[in-house]
């Protein structure tokens, strides 16, 4: 009787979308017509200007005479380039997620005394409020890490004693406890999921006192707690490529657009969430490595350019994969002749792959990332400047760390957690802020209301 029922009620669906597409076609001209910025983006490929940060910029090309010129890629957080911000901590030995997060939440490098109190404030959040993972993580599993994520943020807000509390110091304390405590979530999360959808067995870990946020992170994930202090300084690295990039990306212009309605953070930072998830954003990184899976099964010769070109003019085609009619990892809405983050990814996963013996697969991804520029051109007419994105090499370098791939999308999360507290404190406190709202074209005729029985 229920599959009858189900079958009853899709037959109803399948008559609503006949319904619904029939009464809901737009004229693709209409775009033109009234002059409209899809994705908010001018005619020339720049972004329409919706506000002022002092957070993070993103620097892909330069304007000289009204046109777009390509430029190599700068990611800067507060002023400094992201490069020499790594090439900092990197060179001193040290972890910089913790020394990023502060700069990023305060607009300035800390000195090692408020570095130190930092580490320790974020140490002191890590734990989840009473019963937080058997009430919110244990009783409602999801095949998702992302899904539960947002719905374990959106939760925290009945665990906060003042959570509509709109003063600075409580916004502070708010970001630093999401900064602190969403690794954990995310490590329940899927350790939940691992157990009720794979089949494994459960492992809860605690938060240990005096490990980093990678540190941790990679304890709490792992059965046997084990990693490797390369291990865990690489994804130190990828947190921080992770952590801003500017206010116009979608799911910092999600928390902004949230925040300014005057809410609360846990609804802003579980709607950027929601946004970070889809496939052209954040879950992008999971896709490339689907996308890779389906190149290694078809092309015979990975170093025959010949098969590889053909494989990718069948991606574009929608002849094979997920029929997107994507390159993923290959583009950017800002970046044109490189991706800094890419470009440091790429140099760190060609160390891991010599040791990890994986250097075929990674001269492989060198290859396609060399080779689609032309395939888009030859089969898109697209002369487009394109690069990889640092979608493009973070999945590899996950794979190459044993990562598995549910968690790369929810890295990406923790990582941004940073930036979107950063970004919805601005936003709360900038001067004569006021709620966002653009417009849109009405195209609909006007109709006369039609009584029930003469319809």
Wanted: aromatic share 8%.
């Amino acid at each position: 009787m229920q599959i009858e029922a189900k079958d009853a009620s899709m037959g109803l669906i399948d008559s609503l979308c006949g319904e619904y597409q029939k009464q809901n076609h737009i004229d693709p001209a209409c775009y033109e017509k009234y002059d409209v910025k899809r994705g908010l983006r001018n005619a020339d490929g720049t972004g329409v200007m919706a506000g002022v940060t002092q957070i993070g910029n993103v620097q892909g090309y330069y304007i000289q005479d009204g046109e777009r010129q390509p430029a190599p890629g700068r990611l800067i957080y507060r002023g400094i380039d992201v490069a020499d911000l790594i090439g900092g901590f990197t060179g001193e030995g040290r972890f910089g997620f913790e020394e990023t997060a502060y700069l990023l939440l305060m607009g300035a490098l800390p000195s090692r005394e408020q570095l130190d109190a930092f580490c320790q404030l974020l140490s002191g959040c890590h734990t989840l409020p009473h019963m937080f993972t058997e009430d919110m993580i244990l009783k409602a599993p999801s095949p998702d890490v992302m899904n539960k994520l947002a719905r374990s943020v959106l939760a925290l807000y009945s665990y906060d004693s003042t959570p509509d509390d709109m003063a600075l110091s409580n916004q502070l304390r708010q970001a630093v406890e999401l900064i602190a405590r969403v690794p954990v979530i995310v490590a329940h999360a899927f350790a939940v999921k691992r157990h009720y959808y794979d089949e494994e067995s459960l492992y809860l870990h605690r938060p240990q006192p005096g490990l980093s946020v990678a540190e941790n992170f990679l304890y709490s994930v792992r059965h046997d707690n084990q990693y490797t202090p390369e291990e865990a300084h690489l994804l130190d690295l990828c947190l921080v490529l992770h952590a801003e990039h500017g206010g116009g990306n979608n799911s910092a212009f999600t928390c902004r657009v949230l925040s300014s309605s005057g809410t609360d953070i846990y609804s802003s930072i579980a709607a950027a969430v929601g946004s970070l998830k889809g496939p052209r954003h954040g879950g992008a990184n999971k896709k490339v490595m689907e996308m890779f899976a389906c190149i290694e099964s078809e092309v015979s010769d990975w170093k025959n350019e010949d098969q590889l070109r053909a494989c990718l003019a069948r991606l574009l085609r929608r002849e094979t994969g997920d029929r997107s009619g994507l390159i993923y990892g290959i583009g950017h809405a800002i970046y044109t002749l490189s991706d800094p983050r890419a470009v440091i990814l790429k140099r760190f996963a060609k160390k891991l792959a010599a040791g990890k013996g994986m250097l075929e697969e990674f001269e492989l991804f060198e290859a396609v990332e060399r080779l689609a520029p032309e395939v888009l051109h030859d089969v898109k007419g697209e002369d487009k400047v394109v690069c990889a994105n640092v979608d493009f090499y973070s999945g590899l370098v996950y794979k190459m760390m044993g990562i598995p791939q549910e968690l790369y999308t929810p890295l990406f999360a923790v990582a941004r957690m940073v930036g979107w507290c950063a970004h919805r404190i601005e936003e709360v406190y900038q001067p004569g802020n006021r709620i966002i709202r653009p417009a849109y074209k009405a195209v609909a005729p006007m109709k006369a209301f039609v009584p029930l029985d003469q319809r």
